[in-house]
């Protein structure tokens, strides 16, 4: 399959992304996740994602990587590329244990400015979903906290506060909800890579995206004009005793 990889994307124009591709496929696999999962890894930004727009297929290339990849990796693939993070970080901060409804729904919203139309998972699903998800950020982490990042708003070392608490919490679902396979490897590479951060930063959290481009700010200021409690200031903030007991 990893031949084919450059003449569907005709190569993203830059090479550290290529590499953040791969890496985070290396990840799921060091992780012994399904090659669908795997697959999804290497092409998780496809279509453009919330914090990632520098390269993206149009939406009418659906067949071509479900073609390549298969329908179970592009379906994660999209719903990647389309998510309200915050919706996901939502459902991960609800859950408090064993999933013991095997017929559980979880339900996530489309970006704003995509029109916040229904994402709805299944149990294994949502879980499929947190194990890409988080294997993305670990794999980019410590290179993405090297320079300041004036689309997240970041100083320099302060891209470890992104999602801070969501990011501990689903590799706590994954160690239970995943067990034996992830009992200890996601929460083990979490406190490694956390490890790398300098004290000055270890106080702060950015809980949610920054819009990175102008429809996702006008989304963003309609969704606060009709009540939505969404700050104005979405840049790290120090963590509130109410955040660290999440």
């Known amino acids: 399959m990893e031949k084919s990889v450059p003449a ?26 399904p090659t669908y999962l795997t697959s999804a890894g290497l092409f998780h930004s496809i279509y453009g994602t919330e914090g990632f727009q520098g390269f993206s297929l149009p939406l009418d290339q659906r067949p071509a990587i479900q073609n390549l990849i298969g329908l179970q990796a592009e379906k994660l693939c999209f719903w990647f590329c389309m998510v309200d993070r915050s919706t996901l970080d939502r459902t991960v901060f609800d859950w408090t244990g064993p999933i013991q409804d095997p017929h559980a729904t979880f339900h996530l919203k489309a970006r704003p400015e995509l029109g916040r139309f229904d994402l709805l998972l299944n149990k294994e699903e949502w879980l499929d979903f947190i194990e890409l998800t988080l294997a993305d950020w670990l794999e980019q982490v410590e290179g993405a906290a090297m ?38 490897i996601p929460q083990a590479m979490l406190q490694a890579v956390m490890a790398t951060e300098a004290p000055e930063t270890r106080h702060l959290v950015q ?40």
């Not at 005709?10 to 990840?27: C, I, M, N, R, Y």
């Not at 996702?216 to 009709?226: D, H, P, T």
């Open 8 to 33: 569907v994307l005709d190569h993203t124009g830059s090479a550290a992304f290529d590499e953040h591709l791969k890496g985070v496929q290396a990840v799921l696999r060091y992780w012994g996740a």
């Open 147 to 184: 320079k300041p990042s004036t689309l997240f708003l970041w100083k320099t070392g302060e891209a470890y506060s992104y999602r801070r608490l969501a990011y501990q919490k689903m590799s706590d679902i994954l160690s239970v909800e995943r067990a034996p396979r992830l009992v200890t």
């Open 207 to 246: 809980a949610r995206t920054p819009p990175m481009s102008e429809a996702a700010r006008q989304a963003l200021a309609a969704l606060r004009s009709i009540g939505e409690p969404i700050d104005q200031d979405l840049s790290p903030q120090p963590l509130s005793l109410a955040q660290c007991t999440k």
